[in-house]
């Protein structure tokens, strides 16, 4: 079984960039599913982006859609999630996730414990 880690929060400006990084260790890495969820406080959790376990797939949440890129380096066992033109409304809590293919967080069943991503107006 994997076990992510996130990496790669930090505070940013808005139009700025920030690159995620989720590591997993465990063996299977490479047959789950992949996603990126955020929350901000008060907020339901809520699906940023995923990739399938080849990564020839991916998905991503109309709201950051042309501005992430979610992409998964097998060799490293890790999963990328980069954003750029970051907005105030971006701000939350991002979390990596493996478990079968979707946008619900029913869908995943393993999660990290979260890196914060903060932009300034």
């Known amino acids: 079984q994997v076990q992510p880690v996130e990496s790669g929060g930090g505070l940013v400006q808005a139009g700025g960039s920030l690159r995620l990084a989720c590591a997993a260790s465990g063996r299977t890495f490479s047959s789950y599913h992949m996603g990126w969820f955020r929350q901000a406080p008060g907020k339901e959790r809520e699906f940023v982006a995923a990739i399938t376990w080849s990564g020839s797939s991916t998905i991503y949440a109309d709201s950051v859609k042309g501005r992430f890129t979610i992409s998964r380096d097998s060799a490293k066992n890790t999963v990328y999630l980069q954003m750029d033109n970051l907005k105030p409304e971006d701000t939350a809590v991002y979390y990596c996730?493996?478990?079968?293919?979707?946008?619900?967080?029913?869908?995943?069943?393993?999660w990290g414990q979260g890196t914060q991503v903060t932009v300034s107006s």
């Open positions: 996730a493996a478990g079968d293919w979707g946008t619900s967080l029913k869908n995943y069943n393993i």
